[in-house]
């Protein structure tokens, strides 16, 4: 299989993706808001959360499908933020925080880091590309028809959202009574990572 | 209030951060006059002639002081919740906050003790 021919079934299969998620779009998502035929623009809120959603998928596929690493860093810190926009609009408040906090304020910066500390970052074999499309095709037909069958079947129960009502309090209740083993144990993951973040750079230190 | 409602001038925030970012740097490419030559194009080091790859690898210090910071970001963000209902949970609450940050402040003992916070 040579490289055009695998690039080409690539970006078929995209489009095809794509297509059925429109043709999904279009037959299911779209009549709830054209009821009797009579166009009915969709309210702000929707728009908004269609418009974050999208960004998220673009974000996750510019991650995956970018050639050059650092602007897959970029990818990921929109689909990082489009999932805090998501998490805000179901009411969860600290959660969307905590997504800013850690994710974009930590791990990406973590990310950006390691980029930057890879050996002759330019010239990275991207090999995902022709590898790993039998591979992936094989995952995807393991996967896929289960989420399109959950999608499809699960009678999703359509709620108008809920007042905002602030949700820290509850979370650290709950942390400290039902959740308070998995509370601690956060702690010892926590501490795990600095003994294993300064076993590891040592060794680097000594390799060099 | 619909999180839409109380989130709005967050989204105003962004947005406007945004446009921003966008109109700055597409005005100065729309703008701006373009002579490149060589000495232009070339790398900037702080005037002398460029020396090796612009791309150098970065120390590995500047990882393991990214990785100390994002451990206690996570911690902070445990905290805030017990901090919020701090006279609800009383007592029993410190002494769980007590053991949670104890297992980290033996992490940072462990870390300082390996000297992982020395620049050299």
Known sequence: ?208 | MTPLESYFPLAVVFALALVLGLALVGLAALLGPRRPSRVKEAPFECGSDPVGDARGRFGVKFYVIALLFVVFDIEAVFIYPWAVQVRELGWNGFATMAVFAATLVAGLAYVWKKGALDWE
Request: with cysteine; glycine share 8%.
């Open chain 1, 1 to 208: 299989m040579n490289r055009t021919f695998s690039k080409l079934a690539l970006w078929a299969f995209l489009a095809l993706l794509v297509a059925l998620f429109l043709g999904y779009f279009i037959t299911r998502v779209l009549p709830d808001y054209l009821p009797a035929g009579r166009a009915v623009p969709p309210r702000l809120g929707d728009l908004v959360f269609y418009a974050c959603a999208a960004a998220t998928v673009a974000g996750a596929a510019g991650v995956a499908f970018s050639r050059n690493i650092v602007w897959s860093c970029i990818g990921l810190l929109i689909a990082l933020l489009g999932t805090a926009a998501l998490y805000v609009f179901l009411s969860a408040d600290f959660l969307a925080v905590a997504q800013l906090l850690v994710y974009i304020g930590g791990v990406l910066v973590l990310i950006l880091f390691a980029v930057m500390l890879t050996n002759r970052i330019g010239e990275v074999n991207v090999s995902n590309q022709s590898l790993g499309l039998g591979g992936g095709l094989a995952v995807f037909a393991a996967v896929a028809p289960l989420l399109m069958l959950v999608a499809v079947l699960v009678p999703w129960p359509v709620r108008p959202p809920g007042p905002m009502a602030p949700t820290t309090a509850r979370i650290g209740d709950e942390f400290l009574s039902t959740w308070l083993l998995p509370f601690e144990v956060a702690s010892v993951v926590l501490l795990a990572t600095l003994v294993g973040a300064v076993v590891m750079a040592r060794k680097e230190l000594k390799a060099d």
